[in-house]
């Protein structure tokens, strides 16, 4: 069964990718049945997986397993379409289609009833069967193919809703902003092409490792790392992901869990190889990986939008991955995506409960109280925020200690530091969140489109489910990678051996220390409200609006599009009309003018034409005498 | 099968439909449109037959035909297909049959509007099959008359009018033919004066050794008339007038087909002839094709009206073509033929669902728009279909030639293919923002009256959107063909040195 699930593992995205063109060509008029077909083929994908992640338990070591046929072929270029498979795409492969699955099932509940149920759902097949094939990829040209696919479904779904101004432009933002990453990324792969003669993983692996132009090979690696610095939305280019949550919530949840974001990081972990070979570029990775995790916190701090909040928490938390890959933990950061992939879907359907609930009030300051009202909701809420802000033994806390003991065993006594304090601030702004809108008292009753607040009442169980299994993930998945376990995680995921470092007890205490007083401060601010916000507000000024207004890159990216790319466009378009075009046009008068004087030559008169005649005959023979006379000297 | 001249008939089939359709009586405007849908529907199949039943394994030249013509001028009407040109034919067919449809509506003296485009699509065609430099130049002749008159009387006047498009597009085409005849002539006399024996088959004058100053005169001659012809910047100025000015059918064809006689012909003529030649020019070509990739990129950005942005896209679209036939390796030349077949379908498409919108709406202009997916899903999905073709979405087939193009140019000139990449972001922009602003955001009340594509009108987007798709998930069923006869092509030559190696 095993070997039958390795060997046809292509099928994982095939069946998916299936189920998209079906929905599209054919049974788009039938919403229910688009939908039952999306989650077979995701269902089919979930189960493979688990019988490779059962097989690979029971084999004991990662496989290895590559199959593939050529796509595009010529001397010189080649790019496959084939399967890799080991311990690193298997556990991504689960993360995929579990969190796909389970996003699925929930939006049964939160789509039900919208217009466009079946292309929904259709979306979402090929959003699952982009990022599967990605997965997959051996090559980076199969990468590269996948990425972009994985690009467009996320387009398609932010702005799902595509009646809305705000819906449409931020699914444009996503990917221009992409675009950017990939205008680097595929640089950098034509480089790999020119240099290595290859795309294969497990070629340039040899290649790489022979290869002495370390300032080459520098240029290559922070190009291609452009790729993830967009589709993870690292900082310079994190600005599509808060935008990326006008898609409907169930989709958030994907992009912020398994799909898209985790591109990125699993790019990095996949191509560690090239990423890893030189130290410079290491010590970027490291510090995009750690600016973004520190900055990304300080800006959740201020903001007042559920899914806001959520959104610069993953920023944040995307920013610990990519640090932990910087700093060398590549089995850190993998750990902490699969963690993280569970509690951050568990949070991101839990606002959507929410949202559903209050008919899409976002404001957590008009939420409050939703506990009675709402029990399953808040406490697994809670415990996925409790999980994300590192409280043992959550899964949470596992895997940013493993990152956390990374940096601090590595020497990078900085990083450590900043991961520290980020801890710190993720459990202040999350438990912010939680005492703001689910305790609290209530503040206002009527909802903003005019529903009373005595009919909120707890979702359907399509959705809560997946909640509580989420929930159970979120406390539990930690073990798989924990020390007191053997961490059975770093044994199949590794690069060049497994990486054991020896738990220092003081990194774990005072970690969950400050995730504590994390909670605690929160707790006084708006729980407790013994610590006045306004005061605070009113202290840091000017600071809190630079910050509550993301330190203004929207707005700066803009006035830079503005000036120079429209600009230059109305200036290239102004030279085009009033030069080129002119002088285009100024040949034609010229010949047309020409013509109009030149006609008066033609006046029928034989004395005018004869000479001409002379003239010409005398031209002529002076040339011919003149060419004569060339030819004798 | 081999018996039939099935490339002639493919080829006269438009032909004849035209001159059947001129002894119809003009209110017959029904029988018509189905005898110009029939004819390009034959010539669709048998071009298809002609892709299917191409022997892959042998390669070269196939359904050969050969008529003597002018014996004392060595012309003779010489037929052939191969690996470069066979994807070219099926664009043409492609293109041609969706033209039909895309102008069902037209009612105003639908006879001679039938009959030029089928007499347009026969000459586009001609010049693809023909391996003879005289029947090619007679062929691309033969389009220029009718694209003047089917401008001029079915076009349409925005910010140029028509009249001022359709001649624009003639004269400038015709100049450019004027330096290739020039270069013509001089590679017909030169080669009688090398050998002694007239004549103007491809093959024979490839064989010859001309010295390296003759080559690059005439080389340089065919890149000013072929460079025009595809829009080679600074001569480019032709190209968005006259689509905005041309109607559909004939936007269609120029800029998905006709154009692309100019990149045929450079690698065809030029490189196969006068390879050292093409060595010595290639990097002029190089560095205008940037200029006509970033230029006409950004000026994409600034424009409002829907055929413009096309029509700029697509010059700078052809940047890609002219920077991959410049790189003069395998793996580029294998890109430009590739990206030529993409943009080509492309483009049709585009024009074909701009034409239907301005059909039905009366305007171009983008601000106008808006919201239109909630009237229209179908005519919103063709449109992302060619949107996001043009900009270059694995999946489509412009992927992948525009990615065989870059492996191939980076090789050779750095810098500017890093430049030319750059191209990427700026077509994603304003492609992104034309899709945008016309297609989504809120309903617009004032668009409810628009009907969706339906029946017939939707023959273009299946046809052209599953060429599109197709060939950008089974990408080697056009790119080995291609690879086939590039490989061939410059083995000839002495010139197979492979991109990156």
Known sequence: ?633 | MHNLPILSLTLLLPAIGAVFIMFLPKDKVKFIRWTAALVTFLSLLLSLLVFIFYDRSTGGMQFIERITWIPDLGVSYALGIDGISLPMLLLTNLIGFSAVYASWHIKEQAKEFFSLLLLLITGVMGTFVTTDLFIFFLFYEVVVIPIYILVIMWGSSKRVTKEYAGMKLTIYLLIGSAFLLLGIISLYVKAYLLTGKPSTDLMFLSSLDYDLSFQIFVFALMTLGFGTLLSMFPFHSWSPDGYAGAPTAVSMIHAGVLKKIGGYGLIRIGLFILPAGAQVIAPVIAVLAICNVLYAALICISQKDLKYIVGYSSVSHMGYVLIGIAALNLISINGAVMMMFGHGVMAALFFALIGNLYEKSHTRNIDDFGGLAHQMPRLATGFMIAGLASLGLPGMVNFIGEFTIFVGAFSEYRVLTVLAVSGVIFTALYILRTLGAVLFGPRQEKWDHLQDLKGVEMVPLVILGAAIILGGFFPFTIMDLINQGATELLAHINLLNIGGI
Do not use: C
């Open chain 1, 1 to 633: 069964m095993f070997e039958w699930v390795l060997q046809h593992a292509w099928l994982i995205a095939l069946i998916p990718f299936l189920a998209f063109a079906f929905i599209g060509l054919f049974l788009y008029r039938w919403p229910k049945v688009s939908a039952g077909i999306s989650l077979f083929s995701i269902g089919i994908g979930l189960i493979m997986s688990l019988i490779l992640l059962k097989g690979m338990a029971n084999l004991g070591v990662s496989p290895d397993y590559e199959a593939a046929v050529s796509w595009l072929r010529m001397p010189g270029l080649t790019i496959e379409m084939g399967i890799l498979v080991d311990g690193l795409s298997i556990v991504m492969l689960f993360i995929v289609t579990f969190i796909a699955f389970l996003v699925q099932l929930y939006s049964l509940g939160y789509m039900k009833g919208d217009p466009g149920f079946a292309s929904y759902y259709a979306y979402q097949s090929i959003f699952a069967a982009a990022m599967l094939g990605l997965v997959l990829a051996n090559n980076f040209g199969q990468m590269y193919v996948f990425w972009e696919l994985v690009g467009l479904a996320s387009y398609l779904l932010i702005g799902f809703w595509f009646g809305k101004d705000s819906a449409r432009d931020a699914a444009k933002k996503a990917f221009i902003t992409n675009r950017v990453g990939d205008f680097g990324f595929l640089l950098g792969i034509l480089f790999v092409q020119i240099i290595f003669g290859t795309l294969n993983f497990g070629e340039l692996t040899g290649e790489v490792a022979s290869y002495t132009n370390t300032g080459g090979l520098l240029i290559v690696t922070l190009l291609l790392l452009a790729g993830p610095v967009g589709k993870s939305a690292q900082f310079p280019l994190h600005v599509w992901l808060p935008d990326a949550m006008e898609g409907p919530t169930p989709v958030s949840a994907l992009i912020h869990a398994a799909t898209m974001v985790a591109a990125g990081v699993y790019l990095i972990a996949r191509a560690f190889f090239i990423f890893s070979s030189t130290s410079e570029a290491m010590q970027v990775i490291a510090f995009i990986g750690g600016f973004t995790a520190l900055f990304a916190a300080v800006i959740a701090l201020t903001q007042y939008d559920i899914k806001r909040i959520l959104a610069y928490s993953t920023l944040s938390q995307l920013g610990y991955m990519v640090m932990a890959m910087g700093i060398g933990a590549m089995t850190a950061g993998m750990f902490h995506l699969t963690t993280h992939a569970f509690f951050k879907a568990l949070l991101f359907l839990g606002a959507g409960s929410v949202i559903y609930a209050l008919h899409h009030e976002q404001d957590i300051r008009k939420m409050g109280g939703l506990v009675h009202k709402m029990p399953i909701t808040t406490w697994t809420f809670v415990i996925g925020a409790l999980a994300l802000a590192g409280i043992p033994p959550l899964a949470g806390f596992w895997s940013k200690d493993e990152i956390l003991l990374s940096a601090y065993a590595g020497g990078y006594t900085g990083l450590y530091i900043l991961g520290s304090l980020v801890a710190f601030f993720t459990a202040f702004y999350m438990f912010r969140l939680i005492f703001t809108a689910f305790f609290g008292e209530k503040t206002e009753n009527h909802l903003h489109d005019g529903h009373e607040r005595h009919e909120v009442h707890e979702s359907p169980w399509v959705m809560t489910m997946p909640l509580l299994i989420l929930a159970f993930m979120s406390i539990f998945a930690g073990f798989i990678g924990a020390p007191v376990t053997g961490n059975i995680f770093g044994h199949y995921i590794h690069y060049h051996g497994e990486v054991h470092h020896e738990p220092e007890i003081m990194v774990v205490v005072l970690s969950t220390i400050l995730a504590l007083a994390g909670i605690f401060l929160a707790w006084l601010f708006y729980g407790k409200k013994v610590l006045s916000q306004e005061s605070l507000k009113q202290r840091l000024g000017w600071i809190y609006n630079v910050v509550f207004n993301k330190f203004y890159i929207d707005e700066i990216y803009a006035w830079l599009i503005r000036t120079f790319v429209d600009g230059s466009a109305r200036i290239m378009f102004w030279i085009d009309i009033h030069i080129i075009n002119r002088l285009v046009d100024l040949s034609a008068e010229l010949t047309g003018g020409a013509g109009s004087k030149l006609r008066y030559t033609e006046n029928g008169q034989v004395q005018t034409y004869a000479y001409y005649m002379i003239g010409g005959i005398i031209i002529i023979s002076a040339a011919v005498l003149l060419a004569g006379l060339g030819i004798m000297q």
